[in-house]
C-alpha cells in the first residue's frame, strides 16, 4: 500500500507571495491533519479534515487555510507569506481514531 | 492545555546499550499515544501506538508503556544499534480533538 504522498518537496518563495501545498493520504483513510515543524517551536497541529469537513483548527492565523476534497487528498494554503512561514509542513492520514501516518513533508522557504 | 515534555532532549550512547526515553504529560484524559522516529530532513515514521485502555506495546527492539495515572509514557530500546540514531518524539491524541501534541523530542546517538 503507498504511504502519504506530498507535493512539492520543496519550496522556495518570496514574502507576500502565497503558496499551495498538496496531501495525498493513504488509500481509505479519510482523516488528514496538517502540522507546522520548526526548529523553535517543534510541531504544532495546523488543522484536520475528515470527509471534506475541518474539524479541529491549531492556533493559527486565518492565513492558514485548507481544504479536502472527495477522494480525500487535501491541500493547504499559506498567503501573504512572512519569513515565520519557513518550515517543514507534514501531513498525516488516518483511519478514525487510529495510528497516524506521516508523509516526507514539503520544506517550504520564504525570502 | 496538554503540555508534553521529553527527556532528555539529547543522548548519546555507545552501540549494545539497552536505554529509555521518557516522555511526561500534564493531563491524563488522553485518546492514544504514539511514539515516531525522525531522520534529519525526513518525515515521521511510526514506531508504535498505545490505546488509553493498554498499558504497553512491542515491536521488536523497542517496547512502549503508558501510565495514565503518573503522566507518563516510556520507550525502551533494547541493544541499541547505529541505525538507531534519531530523534524520538512522542505525541498525545487527547480526548477532546483529533490533534496531535507533540513533545520536543529526544536526539538520540548511538557511537559505534
Known amino acids: 500500500k503507498a504511504g502519504v504522498t506530498q507535493t512539492p518537496r520543496y519550496l522556495i518563495k518570496t514574502r507576500g507571495q502565497q503558496v499551495t501545498l498538496s496531501c495525498s493520504p493513504i488509500?481509505?483513510?479519510?482523516?488528514v491533519s496538517w502540522y507546522q515543524q520548526t526548529p523553535g517551536q517543534g510541531l504544532q497541529f495546523l488543522f484536520e479534515y475528515f470527509s471534506e469537513t475541518q474539524r479541529n483548527k491549531g492556533n493559527f492565523p486565518g492565513r492558514f487555510s485548507g481544504r479536502q476534497f472527495s477522494n480525500s487528498r487535501s491541500e493547504m494554503n499559506v498567503s501573504t507569506l512572512e519569513l515565520g512561514d519557513s518550515a517543514l509542513y507534514l501531513c498525516?492520514?488516518?483511519?478514525?481514531?487510529?495510528?497516524?501516518?506521516f508523509g516526507p513533508g514539503t520544506r517550504l522557504t520564504v525570502l | 492545555k496538554q503540555e508534553v515534555t521529553q527527556i532528555p532532549a539529547a543522548l548519546s550512547v555507545p552501540e549494545g546499550e539497552n536505554l529509555v526515553l521518557n516522555c511526561s504529560f500534564t493531563?491524563?484524559?488522553?485518546?492514544?499515544l504514539q511514539w515516531f522516529r525522525q531522520d534529519p530532513g525526513k518525515g515521521l515514521t511510526s514506531l508504535l501506538l498505545i490505546q488509553s485502555s493498554q498499558r504497553e506495546q512491542t515491536s521488536g527492539r523497542l517496547n512502549a508503556s503508558l501510565d495514565k495515572s503518573s503522566g507518563r509514557s516510556t520507550l525502551y530500546i533494547a541493544a541499541s544499534q547505529p541505525g538507531d540514531s534519531a530523534t524520538y518524539l512522542c505525541a498525545l491524541n487527547s480526548n477532546s480533538g483529533y490533534a496531535l501534541n507533540f513533545g520536543k523530542g529526544t536526539s538520540l546517538l548511538v557511537t559505534p
Open positions: 488509500s481509505g483513510h479519510r482523516s
Open positions: 493531563d491524563s484524559a488522553i485518546y492514544n
Open positions: 498525516a492520514s488516518s483511519q478514525v481514531g487510529n495510528e497516524q501516518f
